[in-house]
């Protein structure tokens, strides 16, 4: 049991390119997030999905896109990246009725 | 809405030391309560969680208390060890709407000397 993979581990781009994050979880589970993780800022949710089909908005989605296609993948697209998407990114899954989030090991993103 | 406060860090102890680590929180509705930790070049997993007011969450030696009145979750452990430096987060789940999309507070970094 996998549980919550993303890829890449570690990335760097430049100004200005685009690249995904992916996110796959084998465990079912309904809801998946994505965060970022800044020092002094703890985790702040970026885009949520509560099912295949289904995304919103968290507290910081600007620069960033999310689509949720199947129950298994939830990928976030940095359309056009800038130094302050700087930060480590995680997703995190949760089963319908379930309480406990689980993570991925994390994407540490540095745009220069 | 929803938010969690934790205090700041870092904290810094000796090992065998008392360690607390404060979490209140507000909540529209009925939460449930979480301590998740980070270990260095990892993610977030759970510690423990409690449900409803006066449940005592605990494992590998930590424990917290839900306490509505208080509306806190406060962290503790007894003797802590150098393997438990991490951050750590205070969480809260409210269920409203089908939404299970945690909060999370900005994280606390225990640091455990020899």
């Known amino acids: 049991n996998a549980g919550v993979t993303q890829t890449p581990k570690f990335q760097v781009l430049k100004t200005g390119q685009s690249m995904t994050l992916q996110c796959a979880q084998d465990m079912n589970h309904e809801y998946m997030s994505w965060y970022r993780q800044d020092p002094g800022m703890g985790l702040r949710l970026i885009h949520y999905?509560?099912?295949?089909?289904?995304?919103d908005q968290g507290e910081v989605p600007n620069g960033y896109n999310v689509s949720r296609s199947t129950t298994e993948d939830f990928p976030l697209r940095l359309l056009s990246a800038a130094p302050s998407q700087t930060s480590v990114y995680f997703c995190?899954?949760?089963?319908?009725?379930?309480?406990?989030?689980?993570f991925g090991q994390g994407t540490r993103l540095t745009v220069v | 809405g929803n938010s969690v406060t934790q205090m700041e860090g870092p904290v810094t102890l000796s090992e065998e030391a008392f360690l607390t680590i404060n979490c209140t929180y507000t909540?529209?509705?009925?939460?449930?309560l979480f301590w998740y930790v980070q270990y260095p070049g990892e993610g977030l997993q759970l510690l423990l969680k409690a449900t409803k007011a006066d449940d005592k969450g605990s494992n590998k030696g930590f424990e917290a208390t839900y306490r509505k009145e208080t509306t806190s979750f406060h962290l503790e452990k007894g003797s802590v060890q150098v393997s438990d430096s991490a951050v750590y987060f205070c969480a809260l789940r409210v269920s409203s709407g089908g939404s299970y999309i945690p909060t999370f507070g900005r994280g606390t970094s225990l640091i455990v000397h020899p």
């Open positions: 999905s509560v099912g295949a089909g289904i995304t």
């Open positions: 995190a899954s949760t089963r319908t009725g379930g309480e406990v989030a689980f």
């Open positions: 909540a529209t509705g009925y939460p449930s």
